[in-house]
C-alpha cells in the first residue's frame, strides 16, 4: 500500500465548475500537508500549505485538512482553463528532514 | 529573487555515460532535496543535503548515484553509467535555512532536467 494516494483522474469540468481533489494517506505521522500544480513538462508550484488539522483559503483554493480520516483535500472555485495542470499533494512527517512524500497526482482539464 | 536553478534543462547520454545534473538554490536557502518522476508518477525523493552534508539519502539507489552540495557552488546529482531506467526528470527543491518552524518546511522546485538515455 503507498503511503499517500491520490487519484490519477483525468478530471475533467467546465470552467466556473467547483473541483475536488484529495488525498488519502496511512502513516499518522505526518503534519505538514501541500498542494502542489504543475503544468505539462514544468516544475512543481506550491499552491496551498497547511500544518495539521484545519482549513485554510488563498483567493480561489481552499485546502481542507481531516487527521481523523487522514484525508486532505483541494477546492478550485470558478475553474478556469488555465488552472488545467496535474495537481500534486505532498505531505511530511516531523523529524524526517522534511522529506517530501507525493501523490500520483490529479490530472484536470477545464474546458472553455 | 532568482528561484531555484536547474541545469541542463535537458541532458541526453547513451547507455554507459555520465549524467551531472546541477541544482543552485534560492537565495537564503542552504537545504536542497532532490526527486525523481518517472512517466507517470508521482515525485519520487531521493536525497536530502545542506552544505557539505548529505542528510538523509534513502531514497538513492544504491549503486551509480550519488549527490553533493560543496560549500561553493551547486548541488550536483551525479549518475555514472546511466541506462534506459534512468531516463526521467529530475527535479530539485529548496527550502529556508532559517525562518519560523512551520516556514523552513516549504520546499521550491526548480523546473527540472529531462534526462533522456539512449
Known amino acids: 500500500q503507498k503511503e499517500v494516494e491520490q487519484d490519477p483522474g483525468p478530471l475533467s469540468v467546465p470552467e466556473g465548475a467547483i473541483v475536488s481533489l484529495n488525498c488519502t494517506y496511512s502513516?499518522?505521522?505526518?503534519?505538514?500537508f501541500m498542494w502542489y500544480r504543475q503544468y505539462s513538462r514544468k516544475g512543481p508550484e506550491l499552491l496551498m500549505y497547511?500544518?495539521?488539522?484545519g482549513n485554510k483559503e488563498d483567493g480561489r483554493f481552499t485546502a481542507q485538512v481531516d487527521k481523523s480520516s487522514k484525508y486532505i483535500s483541494l477546492f478550485i472555485r470558478d475553474s478556469q482553463p488555465s488552472d488545467s495542470a496535474t495537481y500534486l499533494c505532498?505531505?511530511?512527517?516531523?523529524?524526517?528532514?522534511?522529506?517530501?512524500?507525493f501523490g500520483q497526482g490529479t490530472e484536470l482539464s477545464v474546458k472553455p | 529573487n532568482a528561484g531555484v536553478m536547474q541545469n541542463p534543462r535537458h541532458l541526453v547520454r547513451r547507455r554507459g555515460q555520465e549524467a551531472r545534473l546541477r541544482c543552485s538554490p534560492m537565495?537564503?536557502?542552504?537545504?536542497v532535496y532532490w526527486y525523481r518522476q518517472l512517466p507517470e508518477e508521482g515525485l519520487k525523493f531521493m536525497v536530502y543535503?545542506?552544505?557539505?552534508?548529505?542528510?538523509?539519502e534513502s531514497g538513492m539507489p544504491k549503486e551509480r548515484f550519488s549527490a553533493e552540495f560543496p560549500k561553493e557552488g551547486p548541488s550536483i546529482l551525479r549518475i555514472q553509467q546511466v541506462v534506459r531506467g534512468d531516463s526521467a526528470a529530475y527535479f530539485c527543491?529548496?527550502?529556508?535555512?532559517?525562518?519560523?518552524?512551520?516556514?523552513?518546511?516549504?520546499?521550491?522546485f526548480g523546473a527540472g532536467t529531462r534526462l533522456s538515455v539512449l
Open positions: 502513516n499518522s505521522a505526518f503534519q505538514y
Open positions: 543535503l545542506q552544505k557539505e552534508n548529505i542528510i538523509d
Open positions: 537565495k537564503g536557502h542552504s537545504h
Open positions: 527543491a529548496s527550502s529556508p535555512t532559517s525562518g519560523k518552524g512551520e516556514a523552513k518546511n516549504i520546499q521550491y
Open positions: 505532498a505531505m511530511s512527517a516531523i523529524g524526517q528532514g522534511g522529506k517530501l512524500i
Open positions: 497547511t500544518y495539521s488539522s
